[in-house]
Structures are given as C-alpha cells and as structure tokens.
C-alpha cells in the first residue's frame, strides 16, 4: 500500500509542464493587460478628440484662455504672420459679431475660422477680414477680424482665431481671448471723458506728463488710457501714482518680441514692419476697451492739450459744441504747434513758476513756451493737422488723425471757440522768431496747474519738499 500511495502521487511531468505554461500566461497578461487598456484609451481619446474637432457645439477642449484684465494680450495665429490684439462684441452691425482687432501682413491672403465659446460649449463661424486703410505703408497693418455669432451662441465668452486650414491635431491647444462689451449701453457711463494717449516708449519727459495730466483733471477729464512700451524709472513711479488714484490705466504694449515696430510714422524716417510702435491698434483697441464705459473719448499725444478759449473745461465747453454742431458727435480740433525749442521773452509779464522750482525735474515745461508757429496747410489738399474728441458708438475704425470712413461724421470746431495746443519741437524750422505768434491761453490754467503739479512732483521724489509754489 505505502508503495503503492507513493506512485500515486509522484508528479506528472506533462501536468508539470501544463501547470508552467499557464503560471508563465497569467503573468504576461497581468502584466500586459494595464498596458493594453491604457494604450485603449490614449487611442479612444486621440479619436474622441478629433471627432470634437469636426463636430459643433461641442463641450469645449481645454485650452489656453487669455484674460485681456488691465492688459493688452498679444496673441500668434499659428502657420500665419497674424497677431490677434483684443476681442469685443460688436453690437452696431445688422446682425452681431466678435471683432477681433489684429496686426496682419498685409499682403498675405488667409482664411480664417473662428472658435466660439459659449456657456460651456464650442461653436464654429467663418471668419472674415478687412485690413484698415492706414498703413502708412509699412508691411503690416491694423485689421479687424469678423466673426459671425451662430444662432446658438450669441453671447460668447471667449473666441480663438486660427487658419481654416490648420489641421485639426494643431487646433487643441490654441488660446482664447476673453470677448469684451458684452452688454451695450446707451447712457449712465462711468466716465464723461476718457483720453486715449499711445504710444509711450523712451519716454523720460516727466514734468510735461505730470503737467498733462493735471490739465486734463483741470479740464474735467475722468480717466487716461496710456498704451506704454518703455520709460524711465522716474517715469514709471509717476505712471505707478496716478495709478493707484485711480486716474491712469497703463497697458502694457510691446510688439517687439514679435515684430521690427518701427519708431517713425513713415518707413523712410524709421525702418521697420509696423507703424510707430503699434500706435493705430492701440488706438482702436482704446476705443472698443471704453466703448460703453465713457461718453467721450479724446485721441491725444501727451504733449497735446485740446484747451477752450471761452470757458475753461471740456464740460463747459460741449454745451457750446452741441448748440452750434450737434450732441454726441465727432469733433475736429485743429492743431496749433508751439515749439519746445524756442523760448521767446513774452511782450507782457505773465504767471510762472518761480526760477528753478522745476529746473532739476526732467521734461518739458509747458508754461515757458507760449509762440505758435502758423498754422501750416498744405497747399493742394487744404488739410490741416487735428485731434478729435467722439462718441465711440459713432465710430468703427481710428486712425492717428480722425476716424476711417465714414470719416463725415466728424465736425470742425471753430478755432476760436477751441483748438489743440501742441507743445513739441519746430515743425516749421525755417520760420523766424519775428514769424511766431504769442498766445498767453495756457497761462489762465497756472494758478492752479502750479501747485498740483508741484504737489505731484513732491510726493513722488522728484521735488524737495517745501518748494510746492
């Protein structure tokens, strides 16, 4: 029997073998198996993903959202020279659409597509485009880019612009600027009047800042928009404290890091592929940015000041303009150029700051250049330089002077009701001083323009103090 139990349970060498081979299996699938079910979903995903891609709506793709905030976020269309600056929902068309304003080359020919968020979900239009007239003929130039609303999308909260032919596996990871003005108003803005001032670069002209915006508070201004490229470090501090009051929205604008801006309006006087740094879309992104915060928006230099010579504020003066022109229109100041170069004793004395209160501030002081050259026209055309102050619902597209077509819809003021003011270096080098013209307006401001600038100046660092008057 003992015999007979041993035999019995002496191994099978096949049933060994057998044992081995499936110990060997059922190790290679456990180890297989997660790998295999997650090679599944990668590929199930790929696939989900790209049919999202070609069906609309859709719950959206996770990508890059641009908050515009304070700040002007500068955007590439992949496989393009174009570059998207803002997104506002444009109200005035027949039927409404996302104006995407770009700096496109303006000989490259693309068709675009536009991506639509709305409540959650991605939709699709073909976008359209039209480049701005104004181009000064540099390369690239200002352009706004149409994206129609489908009619389950009508507010939308972002908008991404590609090329209609990118492929859709490049398409997952685009950025989404975040859509502005979304609801129009018609009354009840914010501000009375908002000045537009681009673009500042190099700029270290601190006392005639100072003094600019402390005319403009004078003058019944609410806010200052300042597109701004680079300053100097007494600059920033100045830009930092009206900031903080409140009075300044400083937007960051550089476009070096994606194009040779040009520092000159022409290419012949500064090379490059854009126009003076940017300035025609910084203007137009100003306009849509305070299209239904403010009443009025003024187009300025800062070394401009658009001054009344009857009343002494811009609220006294539009009384007058709506008497004689019409409310809530485009008005033409024409620009009357006194030189900073030039200092001419004055027939009569006049109010100024006492000697060498601000010698030590660097910049131009305004109140010490009082001759005009003549007003220059030119010859075949009659057209004479000016700044304007609009309704912004008014107006489609800027340009440095003015508005593009339909450019009627802005008025001159008569020069002797107002005129623009600009403190700047001789535009007409050839005239003799006996040629200037003395014009003492400025000087009805200095009492109280004096001490506010001074005051400024002393809290920032920039005056001793005990020396405000």
């Known amino acids: 029997m003992l015999g007979h139990y041993h035999k019995c349970q002496r191994p099978d060498p096949k049933r060994m073998k057998r044992f081995m081979y499936a110990t060997l ?45 304070q700040s002007a976020s ?5 496989g393009t020279n174009t570059l998207l600056v803002s997104a506002y ?6 039927n409404k659409e996302v104006r995407v304003i770009a700096i496109v080359l303006r000989s490259e ?18 976008g359209w485009s039209y ?59 914010p501000y009375n009047f908002t000045v537009c001032l681009s673009t500042m670069f190099d700029f ?27 300053c100097s470090v007494e600059t920033q501090r100045v830009l930092d404290y009206y900031t903080k009051k409140g009075f300044i929205e400083v937007i960051p604008w550089s476009l070096s890091s994606f194009l040779n801006v040009s520092r000159g309006w022409l290419p012949k006087h500064g090379p490059g592929e854009l126009h003076y740094l940017g300035q025609i879309p910084a203007l137009n992104d100003c306009l849509y940015r305070y299209m239904y915060k403010t009443r009025y928006v003024a187009l300025h230099d800062i070394d401009e000041l658009i001054l009344p010579l009857s009343v002494n504020s811009w609220l006294e003066l539009f009384p007058l303009l709506t008497k004689k022109i019409g409310a809530d229109k485009c008005y033409k100041f024409e620009s009357n150029v006194f030189p900073n ?70 008025k001159w003021v008569d020069r002797k009701i107002a005129r623009m003011y600009h403190t700047r270096p001789k535009q007409q080098p050839d005239l003799k001083p006996e040629q200037l013209i003395y014009d003492s307006r400025l000087l009805n401001y200095s009492t109280r323009l004096i001490p506010t600038v001074s005051t400024v100046l002393t809290e920032n660092g920039l005056l001793p103090p005990g020396r405000l008057c």
């Open 204 to 230: 270290t002209n601190v006392l005639q800042l100072v003094q600019s915006f402390e005319m403009f508070q004078i003058l019944g201004v609410n806010r200052v928009v300042v597109y701004k490229t680079n």
């Open 341 to 410: 170069n030039v200092m001419l004793p004055p027939p009569k004395p006049h109010t100024a700051p006492p000697q060498g209160l601000w010698a030590n501030v660097s910049g131009v002081n305004i109140l010490d250049h009082l001759y005009q050259e003549p007003v220059m026209r030119q010859a075949k055309t009659n057209w004479v330089d000016f700044k304007i102050i609009t309704n912004p619902r008014l107006v489609f597209s800027l340009t440095v002077h003015g508005v593009l077509p339909p450019d009627k819809i802005c």
């Open 131 to 189: 480049n701005h007239r104004d181009h000064f003929h540099f390369p690239y130039g200002t352009a706004d880019i149409m994206c129609p609303l489908p009619s389950e999308c009508k507010t939308p909260s972002h908008v991404a612009v590609t090329s209609a032919a990118t492929k859709s596996e490049d398409v997952l990871g685009h950025e989404f600027l975040e859509v502005k003005n979304l609801n129009a108003k018609n009354n009840s803005y």
């Open 25 to 69: 299996v059922l190790t290679m699938l456990s180890l297989c198996v997660p790998f295999l079910i997650y090679r599944y979903d990668k590929t199930f995903q790929l696939w989900a993903d790209y049919l999202k891609i070609r069906i609309a709506p859709r719950r959206c793709i996770p990508g890059k959202t641009v908050l515009q905030g």
């Open 89 to 94: 929902l444009e109200h005035r068309t027949k």
């Open 109 to 126: 020919k693309i068709s675009y597509l536009c991506h639509l968020r709305c409540q959650e979900q991605l939709h699709f239009s073909n």
């Open 74 to 78: 500068l955007v590439t269309v992949n």
